[in-house]
């Protein structure tokens, strides 16, 4: 929470540090003198974003803004979550420099107060394999996955190429896992479960997406033939994933 003279801004929901698989309710509480103040709630991975219109609640910027609003957050990966209040409606240049009155709850650690970091687990892709019944090497796979959030960023040195994002890597609280079971028959002897270390892994851009790829030898007691592929991406209790059924050859 932030204090600007008579004004407090509280975010109540949700809280720092959840994890989630869907939609999600945004509310805040604010004290003091509200008369003439705007509201508007902003994501850092708010992918409807755009210049005039950065904040989530476009539409409303009431006070109603703090009682119901809800965001289906629906980027994969952390989101940094800040209700903003001032007494300017536009988020023009010259609108910002008139702000007489303002509020802030929400942001980063360690530089907010009360930070608020929502880690949205929903949205998992896999690239590679493309589609189902493809062949997977279990000496040499190649498993490729959507990265989260800003996992990349441009290269200041080439506008071409995409580097890793370090802001966004601290931030991120997602995990994600692969599981390989047979399709018929699964039981832990024949499955295993694959921590991926997500810092480690080679990274590329395509298709307008950050990507990840885990490439080697599968564990030794996978079989061969028929089997699901699992992604898993978990945060705090949140989970979610997606599949593909691949045949597991030598």
Partial sequence: MITM?????????????RGVSGPVALRGNAGGDT???FFKWFSSLNAAATQSHPEINSADHSIAALAGGVSALGEFGSHAL???ATDQDAITLAAIKAVKRSA??????????APCVVHQVAGALIR???ADGLNLSKSAATIEFLAPGAWLKPDPANASNWIANPDYQALNGLTLRLRLAPSVGASPANSADIALNLAALPFFHADDKHWLRFSGALPGNLGSGSHQLT??????????SVGRQVVLVA
């Fill in 104 to 113: 802030m709850a929400g942001g980063t650690p360690p530089a907010a107060l």
């Fill in 35 to 37: 008369a003439g103040l």
């Fill in 82 to 84: 800040v209700l903003a």
């Fill in 128 to 130: 590679t394999p493309a």
């Fill in 5 to 17: 003279a008579d004004l407090t801004l509280t975010i109540t929901q949700p809280t720092h540090g």
């Fill in 231 to 240: 992604l898993v991406a978990s945060a705090g209790a949140a989970s979610a």
